[in-house]
């Protein structure tokens, strides 16, 4: 099996309940906000800031630094709060992976993990009109139109993305895999993610 999946997603699109099921599926530990606990402890930061600022687009502003973390100037190095989250991200990451299988959902692990032959990236996105359907069912209604909230969240993991990466957020070139979970759904997701892993290990 291939050791290590990464799911990158559209908000709204299933991909981190795709990704628990995955893990559950090929019996292997999943990892979302466990990484945010894991930064935390070993940072200081406030799981808040790490569960917003690693994922979407960066602050950088001097308050954001002194109302998110707890140590001392020095201990990030002139750094600024987000890249030095980055940092701390992708070490725990790559510690994750050398650990044995798993799989990763978000957090630019496909980037962080790409010269690995022993991953498999996939990228779950949905049309709109699914995606704005599902976030309201899953996640309640807010002040905000659907479409809004679609819009702000995947223009912010595209600009965090594009930032740490250089990369395209969501291109295909990028993935192994891009899966529409709103044609194919959940379910059928789960079992092409976990029947090609299989299939890697096998060949």
């Not at 630019?108 to 993990?113: E, W």
């Amino acid at each position: 099996m291939a050791k290590i999946v990464t799911i990158s997603r559209e908000f709204g699109s299933g991909g981190r309940t795709i990704g628990k099921a995955v893990a559950q599926k090929l019996g292997v530990p999943y990892y979302d906000k466990a990484l945010i606990k894991q930064v935390a402890e070993e940072t200081g930061f406030d799981p808040a800031y790490i569960e917003n600022a690693g994922e979407y687009a960066q602050e950088k502003s001097i308050f954001s630094y002194f109302t998110s973390f707890a140590g001392s100037t020095g201990v990030m190095g002139g750094m600024s709060a987000s890249d030095f989250l980055w940092c701390m991200q992708r070490k725990v990451i790559l510690d994750k992976a050398e650990e044995g299988p798993c799989v990763i959902v978000g957090r630019c692990a496909d980037f962080i993990l790409k010269d690995r032959t022993d991953a498999l990236h996939v990228f779950i996105h949905a049309d709109p009109a699914f995606r704005a359907d599902r976030i309201v069912r899953v996640y309640g209604e807010s002040e905000r139109s659907p479409a809004q909230r679609l819009k702000d969240k995947d223009g912010r993991r595209s600009v965090n993305y594009k930032h740490f990466t250089g990369r395209e957020w969501g291109a295909s070139r990028n993935y192994h895999l891009c899966l529409d979970s709103g044609v194919l759904g959940i379910d059928r997701c789960v079992e092409l993610i976990a029947e090609l892993a299989a299939e890697q290990a096998e060949g």
